[in-house]
């Protein structure tokens, strides 16, 4: 089995017939590996912005990618599509995330009316991966690709950073540091229906109604994190950053703690995500002291 790793860039163009901004793509950058995560062929072009005429400054700092030489050097997305389709050849495609997923959804909807992407056929998320193999489980904060290239001390030069093949590479870099730990075959999946796209293009959100019937209101108890008692709530609740925040004290030991939760809607359910941080207890030592100050003073 070969895999394609695949990089987009792109500029955030304002469509007048759609009437929305569409993260036009710019740059194709892709590596094709075999089954040992070699490299045995390369993919990289660049794309002649066909709806925001031109790529905004921030794009161009961050990418180094300049009009004229998109102008130059660039070919069109119609034309860039049908040669990595036949570049990738059924290979199962892996990105690091799904944003770049999200894009080529984008470019394929408005150039074809069609959001079904010919070449995808098996697709990977190294993201996941890497952060399965790494034991990173936090949905909320997910980990960006330089930042796990370094945690695996992984060497790679800024200044090709954010460039779709230089970016390609870094993720192969670090799959290639972590295929030992887990099956890559058991991250990928089948994506050639409709349920794969439906899903991919839901946007997950925070549910900000603490009265929505879609909340599980018994998360909405708490325990000591302390001692393992039940806790009552002290307070009303308060809709705080997404969130809900309130006051609890436990039943046992008597202390006293905020307890927030968070609620985000996912395609496939509702993300719970539930904290608690501790109030400090007052010093004994330091309030006998200002007590017995205030006394001699008297």
């Known amino acids: 089995m070969n895999y394609i790793i695949l990089d987009l860039e792109w500029n955030g163009s304002y469509s007048k017939s759609e009437r929305k901004f569409i993260n036009e793509i710019i ?20 794309i002649i912005p ?8 921030r794009v161009s700092e961050l990418t180094k990618i300049t009009n004229d030489e998109l102008k130059d050097n660039g070919i069109t997305f119609q034309q860039a599509s049908e040669m990595f389709t036949e570049f990738s050849s ?28 010919p070449f995808l056929k098996k697709y990977c ?8 193999s ?17 945690e695996l001390k992984v060497g790679f030069s800024e200044e090709e950073h954010h460039r779709a093949t230089a970016d390609a590479v870094l993720s192969l870099k670090c799959v290639k540091k972590l295929i030992d730990k887990y099956h890559i075959q058991d991250y990928i999946e089948d994506t050639d229906n409709d349920d794969f796209y439906h899903r991919i293009k839901f946007k997950a959100h925070f549910i900000t109604d603490l009265n929505s019937p879609e909340i599980d209101k018994s998360q909405l108890e708490f325990n000591c994190k302390l001692c393992g008692g039940t806790a009552k709530r002290t307070s009303k609740w308060k809709s705080r950053n997404k969130g809900f925040s309130a006051n609890f004290e436990c039943n046992d030991c008597k202390r006293a703690f905020i307890g927030r939760v968070y609620f985000k809607k996912k395609y496939d359910g509702i993300q719970v995500n539930k904290k608690v941080y501790y109030k400090p207890e007052p010093d004994e030592n330091t309030d006998c002291e200002s007590k017995g100050n205030k006394t001699g003073d008297n």
């Open 27 to 46: 740059e194709f950058g892709a590596v094709k590996v075999d089954n040992d995560f070699n490299i045995i062929d390369t993919f990289s072009t660049l």
């Open 50 to 57: 066909q709806i925001g005429k031109k790529i905004c400054n």
């Open 90 to 117: 059924d290979c199962v495609i892996m990105t690091w995330g799904n944003s770049d997923i999200h894009a080529l959804i984008d470019n394929y909807m408005y150039y074809y009316n069609d959001y079904h992407v």
């Open 125 to 132: 998320d190294i993201q996941k991966y890497c952060e399965k």
């Open 134 to 150: 790494m034991g990173i489980y936090n949905a909320s904060q997910q980990i960006g690709l330089s930042t796990c290239a370094e």
